[in-house]
């Protein structure tokens, strides 16, 4: 019988991060997954806004020159990876969007992001209610808020301001029609930040796209269920080479 993690088709899984884009909340997903595999997280810069096309030579840099990866992206960074994707590196066998986009997600509430997208907004601290209900869910664990409160504080405001805006802004459907590797999106049951419509469009484009739907899970999902995510990107992963 095969075991959890084994045939897959590649080695090395590139992770590319939420918002906050620090890195650092990856920690649950990865003790998850199987230890065969190499993982490389990607981080951006704390102090300076980048831009999606911006952040694409950043992404090259730390992917694998020559061994098979696949790219597993995290809501803010999936406009990025399908950018990066269309690129067609040769060695790169698929891309995991988790609770992704290509346009704006905000929808109707687009004007009301607009007006939090503020340095002066996000210098305050989020209240508890907000996160729970948006962000980590009901009763998130008190290490998964502590953790991501200390990740916003380390990114500057404005870094972050700018960052929405870029979501609000971005529109990578061209870049998604040009990618031609296999496409897993997995959403997120109960994410009030990134409705159902966004697979809906990537599935207009990308009607082979596969959904992965985790039940109950809030948009940190990698975070709130990362043994059901983890499950889900290895049976991607062992399918790639079949």
């Not at 890195?23 to 806004?49: E, M, R, W």
């Not at 020559?66 to 399908?82: K, Q």
């Not at 996000?122 to 808020?145: D, K, Q, T």
Request: aromatic fraction near 8%; charge should be positive.
């Amino acid at each position: 019988m095969e075991t959890f993690g084994e045939g897959l088709s590649a080695s090395t899984l590139v992770l590319l991060p939420g918002l906050e884009a620090t890195g650092n909340l990856f920690a649950d997903f990865i003790s998850q997954l199987p230890p065969t595999l190499t993982v490389i997280i990607g981080k951006y810069p704390t102090q300076q806004f980048l831009s999606y096309g911006q952040l694409l030579p950043l992404v090259d840099e730390i992917v694998p020159r020559e061994s098979p990866f696949v790219l597993v992206a995290e809501s803010f960074s999936t406009p990025l990876a399908a950018m990066f994707a269309a690129t067609r590196p040769a060695n790169l066998l698929g891309l995991v969007m988790c609770a992704g986009f290509v346009t704006n997600p905000a929808g109707n509430w687009t004007s009301l992001a607009r007006v939090l997208a503020r340095r002066a907004v996000l210098r305050i601290p989020p209240p508890r209610w907000f996160l729970h209900r948006f962000v980590m869910g009901n009763s998130p664990p008190a290490s998964l808020e502590s953790n991501f409160r200390k990740s916003l504080r380390a990114v500057d405001a404005e870094v972050l301001a700018k960052r929405l805006r870029a979501i609000l802004n971005c529109d990578a459907r061209d870049e998604l029609s040009r990618m031609k590797i296999p496409l897993m999106y997995i959403q997120a049951e109960r994410d009030h930040l990134v409705p159902p419509e966004c697979f809906a469009e990537i599935q207009r484009i990308r009607p082979d796209a596969e959904l992965v739907t985790i039940p109950g899970a809030p948009h940190l999902m990698l975070q709130r269920e990362p043994r059901k995510c983890a499950e889900a990107v290895v049976k991607f992963l062992a399918e790639l080479g079949r």
